[in-house]
């Protein structure tokens, strides 16, 4: 098992991801944490880990309202953060959460990791935030 690098920031993601925009600020979050220079990592459970699941393609299905427009999947928006910043943002999920959910089947980028390691992202990062409730 690799060893998990130094970060400034660690955000642990915990919960549904449709239930609140918990998603949506996670990401908005991200973004705005690598524009201004810091590493991160990123470390998904429970449901959360579903974000990044293969089956999810590229884009959401389309909106019958609004049929001509693409939104690109959680998978996809993470797939591009990841590549945009490379060596600077690390995306974990838990393994045994994964999983138990049969969302084991993760994109590429993504690294799982079992639920012991935790304790191992807390140490590499200067700065922890949780969101949500598992």
Known sequence: MAPVPRTDVLLAVFGGP???????????????????GATLQVWTCGDATGLTRRSLGD?????????????????????G??????????????RFCSDERGMGDQI?????????????????AGKALTLGVC
């Open 18 to 36: 449709h239930r609140t925009e918990l998603i949506s600020t996670t990401f908005r979050l991200a973004h705005a944490l690598l524009d201004r």
């Open 59 to 79: 884009s959401k299905p389309r909106n019958v309202v609004d049929w001509t427009r693409d939104h690109p999947s959680t998978a996809a928006v993470a797939r």
């Open 108 to 124: 590429p980028e993504v690294r799982r990791r079992p639920p012991f390691t935790f304790h191992e992202h807390t140490q590499a």
């Open 81 to 94: 953060l990841i590549a945009d910043h490379p060596g600077r943002l690390h995306w974990y999920v838990c």
